[in-house]
T-cell receptor, first 112, second 109 residues
Framework: NAGVTQTPKFQVLKTGQSMTLQCAQDMNHNSMYWYRQDPGMGLRLIYYSASEGTTDKGEVPNGYNVSRLNKREFSLRLESAAPSQTSVYFC???????????FGQGTRLTVV | GEDVEQSLFLSVREGDSSVINCTYTDSSSTYLYWYKQEPGAGLQLLTYIFSNMDMKQDQRLTVLLNKKDKHLSLRIADTQTGDSAIYFCAETDTDKLIFGTGTRLQVFP
């Protein structure tokens, strides 16, 4: 039982490059989330998907796009990476809102 | 908007009690949570409290909720070196989970 799987685990990008972070969960959860974690700032919500077919902006959506490809997968895309997007990114899922969140292991992204 | 605040660091001696504090702003949260993050890993749920409760005890963990002051605390009794981690409190908005800034707990011998 893998839970929430994120790929890649590490990535270095040059400013202006694009990339997609992948996330998949095998728990049949309805809701999925993308957070970024920065020192002293905790976890900030980038985008979330309350259910398959819906996505909504979180606290810090600028510079990102998401796709809820199906119930299992929720990807995060950086179209033109900037150094300010250097961070650790976490994907999470919940069965429904207000239930336990399960997290992936994180993607450490560096933009140079 | 929602805002969840915590102190950034806490250092305690092994065997002592640790108290991690959190203040939140959304009084409509149904549940309030404590998550633990060990180095290089994602967050894992540690415990939670329903908003109509004042206290919840779970082995070495005690959660206290003061709804009037919007204050949540986590007490860890007999703190061990394995408790060293970052602890996040979280509240729920209607359709999303909002985390605090995290408190790094360091336990020394």
């Amino acid at each position: 039982n893998a839970g929430v799987t994120q790929t890649p685990k590490f990535q270095v990008l040059k400013t202006g490059q694009s990339m997609t972070l992948q996330c998949a969960q095998d728990m049949n959860h309805n809701s999925m989330y993308w957070y970024r974690q920065d020192p002293g700032m905790g976890l900030r919500l980038i985008y979330y998907s309350a259910s398959e077919g819906t996505t909504d902006k979180g606290e810090v959506p600028n510079g990102y796009n998401v796709s809820r490809l199906n119930k299992r997968e929720f990807s995060l895309r950086l179209e033109s990476a900037a150094p300010s997007q250097t961070s650790v990114y976490f994907c999470a899922s919940t069965q429904v809102m207000n239930t336990e969140a399960f997290f992936g292991q994180g993607t450490r992204l560096t933009v140079v | 908007g929602e805002d969840v605040e915590q102190s950034l660091f806490l250092s305690v001696r092994e065997g002592d009690s640790s108290v991690i504090n959190c203040t939140y702003t959304d009084s409509s949260s149904t549940y309030l949570y404590w998550y633990k993050q060990e180095p290089g890993a994602g967050l894992q749920l540690l415990t939670y409290i329903f908003s109509n409760m004042d206290m919840k005890q779970d082995q070495r963990l005690t959660v206290l909720l003061n709804k009037k002051d919007k204050h949540l605390s986590l007490r860890i009794a007999d703190t061990q070196t394995g408790d060293s981690a970052i602890y996040f409190c979280a509240e729920t908005d209607t359709d999303k989970l909002i985390f605090g800034t995290g408190t790094r707990l360091q336990v020394f011998p």
